[in-house]
């Protein structure tokens, strides 16, 4: 199975909004509405921050959101703050392995 | 609040078995849910290696699938992990996980970095 493409890395200034795409195909995203999100800071363990698609666990704030369209999902964090800046990753079910996929990992800068 | 703590040796050499057990605490394994490992390679994106339900049923990524092996003792509340004749490409932070399947993974360890080098 091949890892979901992400952009290396996407930018914003405090108070703004990036978007991050996570393309997979239909084997995966587009097959599943089941893509979730993950933050990890550096030297950290990941932590969730969306599943099924456009859900958040309880705590994470509604400045993070999810969408998916076609074999493409997208991660938008809106009014970016300091404490956003992490690598980012996308993850979805695969009928392929029956279970998860991991995308390729996006950095996320605060200008 | 459901932890979980990876251990086992800090380095091994090629072509042996890599063992790492992971211990939970706050939740019982046999209360639900699946329980995985997840690696990172240094400077690298993640990659899932497995997950295994409390009854035994494994799920292993495709690309490991001839080398790994998951068991869950839950009489300690214990799950591990076993990949055999590894390389340095196995060189990696080992993370294990609380997987909730497709709704994601929920809770992680703070992993253990597992150097392959003779």
């Known amino acids: 199975q091949s890892a979901l493409t992400q952009p290396p890395s996407a930018s914003g200034s405090p108070g703004q909004s990036v978007t991050i795409s996570c393309t997979g195909t239909s084997s995966d995203v587009g097959g599943y509405n089941y893509v979730s999100w993950y933050h990890q800071h550096p030297g950290k363990a990941p932590k969730i921050i969306i599943y099924?698609?456009?859900k958040r666990p309880s705590g994470v704030p509604n400045r993070f959101s999810g969408s998916k369209s076609g074999n493409t999902a997208s991660l938008t964090v809106s009014g970016l703050r300091a404490e956003d800046e992490a690598d980012y990753y996308c993850s979805s079910y695969s009928g392929s392995s029956n279970f998860h996929v991991f995308g390729t990992g996006t950095r996320v800068t605060v200008l | 609040q459901v932890q979980l703590q990876e251990s086992g040796p800090g380095l091994v050499k090629p072509s042996e078995t890599l063992s790492l057990t992971c211990t939970v605490s706050?939740?019982?394994?046999?209360?639900?849910?699946?329980w995985g490992w997840i690696r990172q390679a240094p400077g690298k994106g993640l990659e899932w290696i497995g997950s295994?339900?409390?009854?035994?049923?494994?799920y292993y990524n495709p690309s490991l699938k001839s080398r790994v092996a998951m068991s869950v003792d839950t009489s300690k509340n214990q799950f591990s992990l076993e990949l055999t004749s590894v390389t340095a490409a196995d060189t990696a932070m080992y993370y294990c996980?609380?997987?909730?399947?497709?709704?994601?993974?929920?809770?992680w360890g703070q992993g253990t970095l597992v150097p392959v080098s003779s």
């Open positions: 996980a609380r997987d909730r399947g497709v709704l994601g993974i929920d809770f």
């Open positions: 706050g939740y019982s394994i046999t209360s639900g849910y699946y």
């Open positions: 295994v339900y409390h009854s035994g049923s494994p």
């Open positions: 099924e698609v456009n």
